[in-house]
């Protein structure tokens, strides 16, 4: 679970950082940019949470 999370942070940290959407689907395997939203998305959580430190 811990390996996941670091993924989904490095994602986000990508996608804010202006990576095109399709190097990032390329990088992780996604088919779909629906299905890469949905993950950069829930990877909003953390910004301005105390818990994102933890990651």
Known sequence: MIAEERNRAALYG???????TWKLRHTTGHASAAVLSEYVRDSEI??????????
């Open 14 to 20: 990508a996608a804010q950082a202006g990576v095109p």
């Open 46 to 55: 953390f910004v301005g949470n105390a818990a994102g430190t933890l990651l």
